[in-house]
Every structure is written in structure tokens, then in C-alpha cells.
């Protein structure tokens, strides 16, 4: 059994710089994993986890918790100029829209997913994360018109609807 004292000890066999430069020889592809641990008096699972990108230090300064995002920000922020862009024009929409919307931008753009085939669209999860990564969206349950909002919708308001539907048409 081991005391506390042999883990520290153990622990203190390599250097953050020697784990940076274990890290860049293996990636280098000239030495094996095992070659590396050696050279470098690595234990080999710590070397694997960093570099498998769990620790900071081999990922520079980047944890990457939970999975990798589906969609590069670039399409994220294309998808949400979309939906926000049809509440504008007084769309309800629902999170099975949004959900079906997402399916179909990974077909469209040939991008790996885990969503679902059978259904076509992705998963809550997925849903509920972006929400959380777009929090200017509000998503509400579409309601039918109430008896006051028709009395509400007279003339002008009426030519303002057509003339937003017109300007974004075009």
C-alpha cells in the first residue's frame, strides 16, 4: 500500500514543461506512446489523459467539457438570426420547429450528427443547450387570436403587417 507521501513523490517525477514537450514529441509522430512515456519518465495514463485533451495544460488553456458542439458558431448564429427573423414577421414558432429546423441545417451542410434519423430532428438536449447558448431567444406557446386582438387589427395595422411581409419577401 502506498502512503501519501510516495504518491506526492510520485507525482513530482515530470515537469509542466517536460509534459508540453512529451505532448509535442508524440504529436510529432516519430515516437510512440510508449517511447514518449520513457523518454520523458511519464506514466503512460497520465500522458494519455492529457493527451486526450482532459487536462488544460494539453488542450493550451482550453477544457472541452460534455460534447462538441453540432454546429460551428457561424451556423449557430445562422439559425438564430432565422428564428428571430420569423418572430419579426409574427411566425409562431415551436421547440419541435426549432428541433426539425436543426435536423435539417445538418443535412443541408453534410455535418456529422447523433440526432435523431427515425424522427428527424434533434434531441432536447441539443435544444435546451442552445437555448442556454442563445438566451436572446424566448420561445412561447403559439396561442390562437383572442376576440380583442381582432378588434385591435384595423387598417393601419393591417398595411404595417403587409408592408413587413413585402420587405421581407424580396
Not at 506514466?43 to 462538441?68: C, Y
Not at 428571430?84 to 415551436?94: N, Q, S, V
Not at 438566451?135 to 403587417?161: D, M
Request: proline content about 2%; aromatic content about 10%; some cysteine.
Amino acid at each position: 500500500m502506498t502512503s501519501k507521501k510516495d504518491k506526492k513523490e510520485r507525482g513530482s517525477q515530470w515537469s509542466e514543461n517536460e509534459m508540453k514537450e512529451a505532448i509535442r514529441t508524440y504529436r510529432t509522430g516519430r515516437y510512440g506512446l510508449n517511447e514518449v512515456c520513457r523518454m520523458y519518465e511519464i506514466p503512460k495514463p497520465t500522458l494519455k489523459r492529457h493527451l486526450n485533451s482532459v487536462n488544460v495544460k494539453a488542450n493550451e488553456g482550453h477544457k472541452a467539457l460534455g460534447r462538441r458542439n453540432v454546429f460551428t458558431d457561424e451556423l449557430e448564429h445562422e439559425l438564430e438570426c432565422h428564428i428571430l427573423a420569423l418572430e419579426e414577421m409574427f411566425f409562431g414558432i415551436t421547440i419541435t420547429d426549432i428541433r426539425k429546423a436543426a435536423y435539417r441545417l445538418t443535412d443541408l451542410n453534410n455535418i456529422k450528427h447523433n440526432f435523431n434519423k427515425n424522427k428527424e430532428m434533434a434531441g432536447k438536449k441539443w435544444f435546451y443547450g442552445f437555448m442556454h447558448r442563445h438566451p436572446n431567444i424566448s420561445l412561447r406557446q403559439p396561442k390562437s387570436t383572442s376576440l380583442a386582438r381582432c378588434k385591435g387589427f384595423y387598417r393601419k395595422n393591417v398595411y404595417e403587417f403587409f408592408d413587413l411581409l413585402e420587405k421581407n419577401c424580396r
